[in-house]
C-alpha cells in the first residue's frame, strides 16, 4: 500500500452513519413525506399562476417562492433572487423554481 494512499474500511449496506442516533419512525418518515408533499404542492401552485405572464420577457430566470404569503421573487441568478426572499422573509421555506415550461432547474 502507497504511503498517500488512505485506507478505507468498508461498512456494509443500510448500516447508520449515525450510530448513537435514534432512527425514526415510519410515521414520523410518513409525516415529514406528507408536509413536503404538500408544501411542494402550494408552491406549484402560485408557479402556474404567475409562469406564464413571467416567462414571455423573464425565460430561464429563478424564482424563489413562498407560499404562505403567495410572494415570489425573480432574478437571473439564482443567489440574488434567494437574498431578495430571504430579506423579505427571513425565517420561512422557499423553494426555488427556473421560468420555463417545466418549472426545473438545471439538468439530470
Not at 408544501?39 to 424564482?63: M, N
Not at 437571473?76 to 432547474?105: I, Y
Request: glycine share 6%; with cysteine; aromatic share 8%.
Amino acid at each position: 500500500m502507497n504511503m498517500n494512499q488512505k485506507h478505507r474500511q468498508k461498512v456494509p449496506f443500510g448500516t447508520p452513519i449515525f450510530p448513537d442516533k435514534p432512527r425514526l419512525s415510519k410515521e414520523k418518515l410518513a409525516r415529514r413525506k406528507a408536509i413536503r408533499e404538500a408544501f411542494a404542492q402550494r408552491c406549484q401552485k402560485i408557479f402556474d399562476q404567475v409562469a406564464p405572464q413571467l416567462i414571455t420577457e423573464h425565460y430561464g430566470w429563478s424564482i424563489h417562492i413562498e407560499p404562505n404569503s403567495g410572494d415570489y421573487f425573480i432574478d437571473p441568478d439564482s443567489e440574488v433572487g434567494f437574498q431578495k426572499a430571504k430579506q423579505k422573509h427571513p425565517t420561512a421555506r422557499l423553494m426555488e423554481m427556473c421560468l420555463n415550461e417545466t418549472g426545473t432547474c438545471g439538468r439530470i
